[in-house]
């Protein structure tokens, strides 16, 4: 059985420059990485209330509460998200979604029992798509 080498100190002090090197950008990155995954999260979670809204609409006359409810979930979703991001074009989204959803429940308090939701689902896959790395 060969005889083990032991490593060379200038070879151990390379790897170890080698691995910092490696970990810092890594740890840095892990915030933008969080932060990403955190808007794909509630992006997701605000397409599904966004298709609640769609079905809220369509059943208004069954139940007029399942709208302001998925609104209400939407808006939830869209605080925990600006709060989260220094994202200029995921700011804009949020900010476009807050509209159209605005414009929705204007619309819902002036009575029309079949608000247009598309400039909402137009939002939403806009958020979509900007939170998506």
């Known amino acids: ?10 070879r151990i002090a390379v790897l170890a420059a080698a691995a910092a090197l490696i970990a810092a950008p890594a740890a840095v990155g892990c915030s933008a990485v969080d932060k990403a995954l955190d808007c794909v999260q509630t992006a997701d979670s605000i397409a599904d209330s966004v298709t609640d809204l769609q079905q809220a609409v369509e059943n208004a006359s069954n139940d007029p509460t399942q709208a302001d409810e998925a609104l209400a979930s939407i808006d939830k979703n869209l605080d925990k998200i600006g709060d989260k991001t220094d994202n200029a074009d995921v700011s804009k989204a949020v900010g476009d979604l807050n509209k159209a959803v605005g414009n929705v429940r204007t619309a819902i308090k002036n009575g029309d029992e ?15 798509k900007v939170c998506t790395p």
């Open 114 to 128: 079949t608000p247009d939701v598309t400039p909402v689902t137009d939002a939403a896959g806009e958020l979509t």
């Open 1 to 10: 059985m060969p005889a083990r080498r032991r490593p060379r100190p200038r």
